[in-house]
Structures are given as C-alpha cells and as structure tokens.
C-alpha cells in the first residue's frame, strides 16, 4: 500500500524545485477506498478530512461512522472513530460529546441511517443542541444495501423497492430532514450543499469549516446535509448520476443556508 | 466503626444510583420507567450538586447507544431501564460486547411479557444470562438479593466491566428496586479509575488512532474476535460469587437467586424448625453460572427445588449443573406474583411426601 503511492520514477527534485499544487489530503489514510468509482462519499471525506487538517484539529476530532456505505469511514479518515449501530450516530456522538465536551465531535451520515431508522435520534440530538457537526449524505437511495428506496427518494424515482417509481401517496413525500432540524432551537447553522461540480465542492468545504469553527464556540448543532450521488445504485455512470441530481433532486433539495447564525429561525 | 454519612435507610434504586456516583461514574443516560425512575430521578437531583453527567435520553435505545459512545470515549458509565425498556436496549449491548466496552447496566425486572405488570419479576433471566441481543456474546451478570448488595454490586459490576472490557449488568427486580432497607454505602473514591489506552479521547500524534466499531467483515477476523470472546467468558469463571445457606448437611436444596433466594432462605428456617434438613444455594452472579459450586453440594442431596418468580428459566441451568445426578423440581409464580415462604415450605413437603411413598 505504502510503495506504490510513490512517486520513485518521477525527478524528485524537480517536484521539490516546483510549487505543489495538489496534494494528497494528509488525514486520508492510505487504504484504498471501496466506494464505487465517481461516488460522492470520496469527496465528502476529502472535504471533511482537509478542513480538519487545515484547522489542526486531529488530536482534538472524535468522528462517527453510520451504517450504510460509509460504515468503513474510520478506515480512511485518520482521526479516532467509533462506528455506530444503524441510525444511532447522534445518540453515540451525544455520549462522546457529553464525556469530552473540549473535543470535536462529528457525525457521518447517510439518508437511510439518518433520516429513516435514525429520525428520533437525530431529532432529539439537534433539539438538545448537542454541540456536533452532523453531515449528512442524502443520495437518495440506500447504497449499501443494493439501492432500496429511502426516505428522501423522489417521487417515481425507480429503486429495487420501488420498482414501479416511488408513490409518494403510498410511501411519503421526500423527508427534507434539514429543513425539519432547522426549526429546532437546538439547530446553529443548518445548511445544505452538493458533490456535483467543483463550485459545489468548494462550497461545501468552506461550510464544513465554518460549522467546526462554531463548534469551538459550544454553540449548538451544526447540520450540514450534502446532495451526493449514488451511480450504483441509480445504475448510471458517474456523469449521469451526477446530471441526474441536479437536474431532480435540486428542485425538492434547494441548495444554500437554511439557518445561519445571526440571521433569525429557520428560512426554508 | 461505622461512618454515618455511609449508613442510610434507602430505597434499592436509590441506593444503587448513590453507589454509582460513590464509585466515580462519568456519566448516566437513561429513559424513565416504573419500577426503576428512582435512579434518574435521584441523579438527576444529585449530580448536578457532585460530579458527572446525567442525561435523559429520548428512548432506550438512544440510551444504550449513548452509553456506547461514552464508553467508548473511555468513560465510566450506566444505565437502568426495567423489562420493556431494556428489551429496547439489546441490538445496543450486542455492539457494545462486540465493541468490548464496559459499562453498567441494571435491569428491574417486572412482569411481562409484553408490556406486563409493575410488579416485580424475574422473567428476563435468560435474555440476562443467555445474550439477549443477535450473537455469541454474555454479560457478568450479578443478581441481588437487597437493598445492600444493590449498592455493593455496583462497585463490582464497574470493577468487572473494565477489568474483563465487558459490559456488567445488574439483574434485580421491582421489589429489590422499591424497598426500603438499611444500607452502609460504599465509600466514595474507593474505586480506582483510569483512562484506558484504547478510547477514543481524540488521536494523539504519539499513537495510532482508536477505532471503537463491532464490524468485522472477514469471517475469519469475526471468529477470532469470537474466540476471544469466548476466552474472556472463561475466565470471568474466576469471578463466580454465590452464597450457601445450611447446605453442610442439607438433604433438600432449594436453588435461587435474587428475591426469591430471599424468600426461599425463609423457607430453610421454616422447614429446619421442623426438623428438615434444608438448604438453599444461591447464585449471586448468574452468568457466570456457579455449576461445579452447585454440583458439590448437590451430589448429597436429595432432590433440589428451584424457585423463580417466572414459569423456570434458571432451573436450566440448575439442571445442566447437577447433570441428572440429583432429581431438579420447580416450583414458580408468575407475572408480577411473588411466591410466599409457605408456599415454598409447602412444595418441598409434597416432593418429600411423594419420595417417602415411593420408598414404601
Ligand atoms: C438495524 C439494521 N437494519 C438494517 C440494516 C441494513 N442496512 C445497512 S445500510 C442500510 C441503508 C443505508 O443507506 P444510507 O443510510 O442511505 O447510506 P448509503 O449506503 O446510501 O450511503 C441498511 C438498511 C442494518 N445494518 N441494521
Ligand atoms: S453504492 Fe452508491 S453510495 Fe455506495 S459506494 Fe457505491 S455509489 Fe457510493
């Protein structure tokens, strides 16, 4: 694993001689990474661990995994971790905030773990103002378990359970858990961002920051739910998935702050 | 001589949360239910005037993930629920005796199944003692018998939690929880604590990071953890408790434990005023089983009568102990009914009848 991510065949000193441009991000451990090619959990990671290296901040960082895709998260992100049970990352973070208040403490989320089997947690945490950055990953679909419907599926999207395309009359509307957050007191800064394009990317980066930078502040929850892509389990390539969120989910998942500190309760 | 700060008239619930702030618990989280609310109740007025967390969690299973993540964290934590609640409780204890963190738990048991009956029972012995979650695992189960080793099996139940990494339970029930005895309190700080090496308290750069997680995709990985599992229950072996009452001579046996030993002790006194060698065996830690303690008396007996307040969970494990060497009866009541020392004076009278005529 080590080796061959050395660069041995390339002028070493002509790299030190240059400015670096990209980099690898260093909190992400050199395990090779089992998401799908072009799946956004990589890139939410990528985020999450850069901000934490910038912020200098890995001594202080105690993360947890959900179950779902990203189950093996602490495999990548070099910071202690605890692996939760399905949809209980909230009530995990709760009890490892609660015994090391002067830490940074963040969930990893996907939609089934956090808006399906983990809905009371996830309230309740918020409603206390647990002082964590939960990160939410809605693609619309349960990756893990092959691409059954979630909650935040849309309406007739077409899943293994929802063969025929979701009926929203007969399974629900779209669970917009971040707008239900929102509204809580609890809730510091609620905002929802993307993976689709570089701009997005960077948008959610610099949330990420300014939701562990309140974090030091004890001032809350910080909920940040990211728009992300499941080309797996949608059975499409990876530029497709990523025109297919845009072009349907943006509409019902409007993207931008949703409550920001300062600014009054919750705007949806 | 006795301090009297440490010696109090006490309900067992109380007594119990009194015992875990004296041992130097972190932290508490738990959902109210009858007949175990004193603890949350009595913490939550107590804490915020001593040391240590206390939080009311939205469920049970909220609860018990919390206690995941702080003892996880390295923290030295608890909680209660009774029969429903701490159903609620079980996908969470199967991560944590995978995860092989250690914590308290206490469970007052009440009539069920269902949502039951307050009153007092002890119908979750085996989802005690037997798992009780999905997988291999177990906990040390202690099971008290008063008000006093209410309080004592917390200091216990803590010292075996962390020095195993397992969680510790504590099995009672409604009436152990609701009662009012003399109690002389443990003394504060008597229970040394560390912060153990493995938690997750944020990755130092002189060490690996520290990853808490029950997942273990490789099935060869998954049997090792499982061999390793299986070890520690082996050696918890070491830490069986029990108590003999008049067994040096005894003919009958009566095995149980908890509030039914109490009351089959009750029994012995009866049945030897008439001349009846009578004994009781009781189980103090019911997983570890204390079989081969059982077995020694159980050889020169006669028959045994266990006696449970459930329709005979733990006379399982009476009789996998004594191996057919020695006739197993049961006598029970259930659903919240509490068997009196005449009824179990008058049962072992009628084996005794049917033993003596089939020797005619
Ligand atoms: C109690 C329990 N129920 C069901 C499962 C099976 N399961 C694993 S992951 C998952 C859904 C994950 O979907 P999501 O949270 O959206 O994450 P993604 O995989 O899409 O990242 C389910 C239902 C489980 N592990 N535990
Ligand atoms: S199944 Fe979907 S969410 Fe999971 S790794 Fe593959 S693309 Fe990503």
């Given amino acids: 694993m080590e080796e061959i991510f050395d660069p041995v065949c390339i002028d070493k000193e002509a790299i030190d001689s240059m400015d670096v441009v990209y980099d690898k991000t260093p909190l992400l451990t050199d395990a090779p990474m089992h998401y799908c090619p072009g799946c956004g959990h990589g890139i939410a990671h990528k985020m999450l661990m850069e901000v934490i290296a910038e912020m200098g901040i890995q001594e202080q960082t105690i993360g947890v995994a959900p179950v779902g895709c990203s189950v093996f998260a602490y495999h990548y992100m070099d910071v202690d971790m605890q692996e939760a049970a399905h949809g209980r990352a909230c009530a995990v973070a709760t009890g490892i905030k609660r015994v090391r208040p002067d830490k940074f403490v963040f969930t990893y989320q996907g939609d089934g773990d956090l808006a399906a089997i983990g809905t009371a947690e996830t309230i309740h945490a918020v409603n206390r103002g647990e002082n964590i950055l939960v990160l939410f990953i809605n693609n619309a679909i349960y990756g893990m378990t092959g691409g059954q419907m979630a909650p935040t599926s849309l309406q007739n999207q077409v899943t293994s359970t929802s063969p025929y395309g979701r009926d929203t009359k007969f399974t629900g509307a779209p669970l917009k858990m971040t707008e239900l957050v929102a509204h809580l007191p609890g809730a510091y800064y609620v905002t929802r961002q993307a993976v689709n394009n570089v701009n997005s990317v960077r948008r959610l980066k610099k949330a990420i920051r300014t939701a562990l930078e309140y974090q030091k502040d004890n001032n809350g929850t910080c909920f940040i739910e990211v728009i992300s892509n499941c080309p797996s389990g949608y059975r499409m390539t990876p530029l497709q998935s990523m025109r297919w969120i845009e072009e349907n989910m943006f509409s019902v998942f409007p993207l931008g702050d949703i409550k920001v500190p300062g600014k009054g309760g919750a705007v949806s | ?360």
């Avoid at chain 2, 700060?5 to 015992?19: C, I, T």
């Avoid at chain 2, 469920?59 to 209660?80: D, H, K, L, P, W």
């Avoid at chain 2, 969470?92 to 250690?102: E, K, R």
């Avoid at chain 2, 007052?108 to 029972?121: A, D, E, H, K, Y």
Wanted: glycine residues 10%.
């Fill in chain 2, 1 to 360: 001589m006795e301090n009297n700060e440490n010696v109090r008239l006490m309900k067992g619930n109380e007594a119990m949360a009194e015992a875990a702030i004296r041992a130097g618990m972190d932290a508490y989280f738990g959902y109210p239910i009858t007949p175990q609310s004193e603890v949350l109740e009595y913490l939550t007025a107590e804490i915020p005037k001593r040391h240590g967390i206390v939080l009311q969690a939205e469920s049970e299973v909220a609860a018990i993930n919390m206690i995941y993540g702080a003892a996880g964290a390295g923290a030295r934590v608890m909680t209660s629920s009774s029969s429903p609640g701490f159903s609620l409780m079980q996908e969470g204890i199967s991560y944590i005796a995978s995860a092989q963190l250690p914590c308290l738990l206490v469970n007052v048991n009440r009539g069920g199944p269902g949502l039951g009956t307050i009153q007092p029972s002890q119908g979750d012995y085996f989802q005690a003692t037997k798992g009780g979650g999905h997988g291999d695992y177990h906990m040390y189960v202690l099971a008290p018998a008063s008000v006093q080793e209410m309080a004592d099996h917390v200091f216990e139940g803590f010292r075996i939690a962390e020095k195993y990494r397992l969680p510790a339970m504590i099995l009672s029930d409604g009436a152990l929880g609701q009662m009012m005895e003399k109690v002389i309190l443990p003394e504060e700080g008597s229970l040394p604590k560390e912060t153990p090496e493995w938690g997750t308290t944020g990755k130092p750069k002189t060490r690996e990071r520290n990853i808490i997680t029950s997942l273990f995709i490789q099935p060869e990985k998954m049997e090792e953890i499982n061999l390793g599992l299986q070890r520690k229950y082996q050696a918890l072996r070491s830490e069986i408790k029990f108590e003999e009452y008049c067994l040096d001579d005894a003919e009958y046996i009566l095995t149980a434990y908890g509030l039914a030993a109490r009351i089959s002790k009750k029994a012995v006194d009866i049945l030897r005023e008439q001349g009846i060698k009578a004994g009781l065996f009781r189980p103090i830690t019911v997983y570890p089983f204390p079989s081969e303690q059982l077995e020694h008396h159980a050889v020169h007996a006669r028959f045994i009568l266990d006696v449970e307040m459930n329709a005979g969970q733990m006379v399982e494990d009476v009789r996998l102990a004594v191996n057919g060497e020695t006739p197993v009866y049961f006598k029970g009541r259930m659903g919240g009914m509490i068997p009196t020392p005449a009824e179990i004076v008058e049962a072992v009278m009628t084996k005794i009848n049917v033993l003596e005529e089939s020797l005619v």
